[in-house]
């Protein structure tokens, strides 16, 4: 096995949101290592300019490519939107992965009515990445975007279920799918893209408002499917039968990443795994 085989996988996201993807990842490939950092002390990046986005983006790189990692997986969809040029650029030795790209091809793989909504952060939406990977893989395919940033507050709240994410979600989708609040498109999506790696875990508050028809589609499972292809390419797969370990970096409080990351991975996160940078 080539030793960079054994080198770590290195993800990032603005802050927990992106452990939906480690846990996808995990599951696809088990034996390997991973550092995840998470940005928490600049989150949100989805209310911010394409021009900060895309120095932040770099920024969390940097630390991770100098940890010699042998791939980068870019775990947020507002920074894969923004900066995944400018990561490649500063990067051009080390594969990189974004997640908007796995994401319209897992909405496109389920549509049939080739009509898919994308509910995302603001920025990741006015920038027409999602809109665009979409039309790559299915050029007659309708799409339309919804910001709904107010979704990456609750999930990293765990508000997650009850009342309050429930009359969010119906205040952002009612207009896309309940015929009484007037405003609905003759063309219902019958497929909804989670354009952001925080509400997959809002995904039962938003079920409550989307027709059972609707079928709700998020990235993770194909960007570590897209995350495993690309290593076998490069033949830097990590064999063996041994569980891989992941190492946690936060830019600010290590006992909230150690909370909120617990929720948003499944399983437990506890502080002497995480360490605290600055970048
Ligand atoms: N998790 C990030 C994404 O996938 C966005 C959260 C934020 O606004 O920072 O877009």
Not at 252 to 261: C, S, Y
């Amino acid at each position: 096995m080539d030793t960079k085989a054994t080198y770590p996988i290195g993800m990032f996201d603005s802050g927990v949101g992106g452990l939906t993807v480690l846990k996808a990842l995990r599951q696809r490939m088990p034996c390997e290592d991973v550092i995840y950092l998470g940005d928490t002390a600049r989150l949100p990046y989805g209310t911010k300019s394409p021009q900060t986005v895309t120095r932040y983006g770099v920024q969390c790189s940097a630390e991770l490519v100098k940890r010699d990692i042998k791939l980068l997986v870019v775990a947020c969809n507002t920074a894969s939107a923004m900066a995944l040029t400018a990561i490649r650029e500063a990067y051009p030795d080390v594969p990189v992965i974004g997640v908007v790209e796995p994401g319209a091809r897992a909405a496109c793989a389920v549509t049939k009515n080739q009509t898919i909504a994308v509910l995302a952060t603001e920025s990741t939406i006015a920038g027409g990445a999602y809109q665009r990977a979409i039309h790559h893989l299915v050029p007659t395919a309708r799409t339309m975007g919804h910001p709904c940033s107010l979704f990456v507050a609750l999930a990293e709240e765990g508000w997650i279920d009850g009342a309050v994410p429930e009359a969010v979600a119906a205040r952002y989708l009612d207009p896309v799918f309940n015929p009484a609040s007037g405003s609905v498109d003759p063309v219902i999506p019958d497929t909804l893209v989670l354009g952001c790696t925080h509400f997959p875990l809002l995904a039962p508050a938003i079920r409550t408002v989307t027709p059972p028809s609707v079928t709700i589609v998020d990235s993770a499972a194909t960007t570590a499917e897209t995350v495993f292809d690309e290593l076998t390419r490069l033949g830097l797969t990590r064999s063996g039968t041994g569980c891989g370990k992941t190492a946690y970096l936060t830019t600010d409080d290590v006992p909230r990443f150690a909370r909120t990351g617990t929720r948003f991975l499944g399983t437990p996160i506890t502080e002497n795994e995480i360490e605290l940078v600055d970048l």
